[in-house]
């Protein structure tokens, strides 16, 4: 999270009237922690390992402490890379006895989709607090379920939702808030890549979907910070080749629309078949856009008000996106606060995901349940 | 249109592999014409005395012969500004003897929607050529009336899309057919304003629609231009705030999807409520994308490939949008071919809009008749 010193130094910046940044600071422990926490990564795919793995590093509460993956090599190779000793290297099959490491008090789920409930679930049955990549799940059941399981255990459950921890996007967040754009009309949230075949992502078992359940968790996201409130209605078509190797059994592109109680509207896009990293919020007065909008570094944003079109530059921020949002778990984990982006924000996304699906496959426009 | 000359300077500019401009040309007299051929301008609203009439002066092939209004102080007066003789300004009263004066060969009807029909058809019955101002009508009822009209009377009808003869959009449209973004995935068109309240525009009577009838049609009829092929399905969304005075009868926006033979989908914006002028279409290879994408001048065009993102500067064409506009019209009149924007160019745009208004009222998506 920023500081109050950089987050000053942002308004300054911005050429505009802003409220302070709008996302709940999660509560700072009130002392230096006697101890960082200990991070367990799950799954070492390159993610993980080219993302996750380096940055904590960096991390002011919080370090690597533990590595579980099934391939004995990446646990020899990471563990010794990271020195972690081989005591805290654990396969899938003696992943439960983790309770028993008390170096380990957070779990970083970064494995295929279609794992992410159970090993949540277990890290919370072994009394951890989870951290798992987004989608959450594939299915909204599956959601509830981890949900269910964290509280039980009286631990925090969060999802890797690092665009809130990003700077330029939580800064459009904060102009869309503050009424710089007017009154929001409508959203357009475009993310998308070609997908190489031959992966885990392209295969339902693991993936549970296809670039809906990817890169178009952005979009959905991306749309729903921004307008700060939840859709009420949402219709989408769907368009796969299924003559394309990659699409046997999971969809290209599915783009769809949404509705927000105040009347906005977002148009939002999922792609593998398409490169697309973009949003902008346009209002009454004018708009504030991003492009690319969710990299891992080199964002660009734009604001246009009364005819002109302006770049925005922010400061570098103390904490890049990855180790901001490593460091709120273990924040919320000492504070006892909720995290910004909790396992209720991943089972937003999740039922929208459904009715998306549904909306698509039905060629109606689906009203959406109140979470 | 463009001659050969200026238009081998635009591909040389571009910096990409181009096929020629694939919009057909309009055949060119033979030899020089004995005579510009007259228009009479039916309807002298800002567009006709603003963008319109101060153009036809640059015309090749045509010359303002006539004016049509029911404004005597508005034919006295834009009569004297532009030399018409009192035997050439009309009332709608009289409009119907516009047939025994032989220095109108071709009428622009610049009317409010619901009119455009019946003001075309009576110019087409009067032995007139016509260009008449989009959306062509307020049904596809009145555009295949409008289309039967001039084809009983053996003259031509057009109707008028500028970018259609705007050098950026139909270098756009090149791009897209010349494989330079690959295989095309996604259109989007944007367009829209802050519309001003007491207004024609705003009174369903006269316009037909809110939104979708006015700034709309560019976004539909841009994805198609784009996408070179017609549409098989809309979904669509509108939201209105009926209790601001200006929506008392028409649509504020109404955001729609499309899918295409191919598979490609379009995500289009129509508003009254936001500005919004761009387009982009993207493929499997890069983009190309303009914003604003159809104003009067200062077009602005990018494309993306292979990670790298170029703005695009065509020189500037011989002639203007409008002066192209309206010359083509002219010198089809003098060589008998077609308009490249004829009544069925119009009568598709007309059904999509009847659809895309169905698929909204109803919550469902349309499958597209074919024209």
Chains 1, 2 share one sequence.
């Not at 590595?67 to 646990?75: A, D, F, I, N, Q």
């Not at 957070?106 to 277990?122: D, G, K, M």
Request: proline content about 6%.
């Amino acid at each position: 999270m920023r500081n109050g010193q950089s987050r000053r130094e942002i308004l300054a910046s911005s050429g505009a009237a802003l409220l302070a940044a709008t996302l709940p600071a999660c509560g700072r422990a009130q002392e230096p922690p006697k101890r960082k926490l200990g991070y367990a990564i799950v799954g070492l795919g390159s993610y993980a390992t080219r993302q996750i793995m380096p940055r904590l590093k960096d991390c002011e509460f919080a370090k690597l402490t533990a590595l579980v993956s099934g391939t004995p090599e990446k646990l020899e190779r990471f563990g010794t890379e990271y020195g972690i000793p081989k005591t805290h290297r654990y396969s899938y099959a003696n992943y439960d006895s983790i309770r028993d490491n008390p170096d380990i008090d957070l779990v970083y789920v970064v494995l295929p989709n279609s794992l992410h409930a159970e090993y949540s679930i277990r890290a919370s049955q072994a009394g951890k607090h989870v951290l798992c990549e987004k989608p959450m799940a594939v299915s909204s059941a599956e959601c509830e379920a981890m949900i269910a399981a964290a509280k039980k255990a009286g631990k925090k459950l969060m999802i890797g939702y690092r665009s809130h921890f990003e700077p330029y996007n939580r800064h459009g967040i904060s102009l869309v808030k503050s009424g710089f754009i007017g009154r929001p009309r409508l959203i357009t949230s475009e993310h998308g890549f070609n997908a190489q075949p031959n992966q885990w992502r392209l295969d339902r078992p693991l993936s549970g979907g296809g670039s809906m359940m990817d890169i178009g968790i952005y979009s959905l996201n991306a749309a729903r910070y921004l307008a700060g409130e939840e859709p009420i209605e949402v219709s989408a078509m769907e368009s796969t080749d299924r003559s394309d190797p990659r699409f046997r059994n999971v969809e290209d592109r599915i783009d769809w629309q949404m509705r927000f109680p105040s009347g906005a509207l977002a148009a939002c896009v999922s792609s593998y078949s398409s490169n697309h990293n973009a949003w902008r919020a346009t209002g009454t007065e004018g708009w504030v856009g991003m492009e690319p909008s969710t990299p891992y570094d080199g964002h660009q944003m734009w604001t246009r008000k009364k005819g002109k079109t302006e770049q925005v530059t922010l400061p570098a921020p103390a904490k890049n996106q990855f180790v901001a949002q490593l460091d709120h778990l273990a924040e919320c984990a000492i504070s006892g606060r909720e995290p910004i982006v909790a396992g209720e924000e991943g089972l937003k996304d999740m039922r929208l995901i459904e009715a998306i699906y549904r909306a698509a496959r039905e060629g109606k426009t689906i009203r959406v349940a109140k979470a």
